[in-house]
């Protein structure tokens, strides 16, 4: 379901971080959603843990296994309790991880490119506002993104890694010019 996946991996590593040394006792865990299906940051922010409630947002992201309108029932309480931060992204920072990843020889679609994404909006953002500094990270930090689905629509995988959002690359676009 909605967050079944999230809410599997934080509450796996929330088990072993408090049984084993394995893991840093600097572990964090993000959650990543598209900005207009953020729909665990807003049940978050709205603080009612008796309903969960829609998202605001239109939920057309091209990041589809993520585009959800309200949280899973059963993960949205392990997902809100262990969570660190919530962070939404646009569809640019999904195409901006799909291009790094394709780079690196990594197929990742638009959903398992998000959290390299969000990386590089926390990069190029960190300055201004302070972004890095919230979520934690630093220079000596060690991240693990989770990829959790390749091209799941082949012909868009291409055109957002060959266009590289540059319009004039895909004069022909297959997506409406979803890729750019």
């Known amino acids: ?23 840093s006792k600097g572990l964090k ?30 939920t057309e992201s091209i990041m589809s296994g993520l585009n959800c309108g309200v949280p899973s029932t059963v993960a949205y309480p392990v997902l809100r309790e262990l969570s660190d931060l919530c962070v939404a992204i646009g569809d640019d920072w999904a195409r901006a991880g799909m291009r790094i990843m394709a780079r690196e020889g990594i ?14 909006a926390l990069h190029n953002y960190s300055q201004s506002v302070g972004l890095m500094e919230v979520s934690g990270f630093d220079e000596s930090s060690v991240i693990l993104c989770v ?28 997506m409406r010019n979803r890729c750019h």
């Open 1 to 23: 379901g909605v967050g079944g996946s999230a809410a599997a991996g934080a509450l796996y590593a929330y088990i072993n971080k408090s049984q084993t040394n394995a893991w």
């Open 29 to 58: 865990t993000i959650i990543v959603e598209p900005t207009d299906a953020d729909c665990v940051m807003e049940n978050i922010e709205n603080k009612n843990v008796q309903k969960l409630v829609p998202c605001l947002g239109e």
């Open 107 to 120: 197929v990742a679609g638009e959903s398992g490119a998000a959290g390299i994404g969000t990386l590089v």
């Open 147 to 174: 990829n959790t689905e390749a091209d799941t629509d082949p012909e868009g995988y291409d055109c957002i890694v060959k266009c590289r959002g540059d319009p004039a690359n895909c004069p022909e676009c297959p």
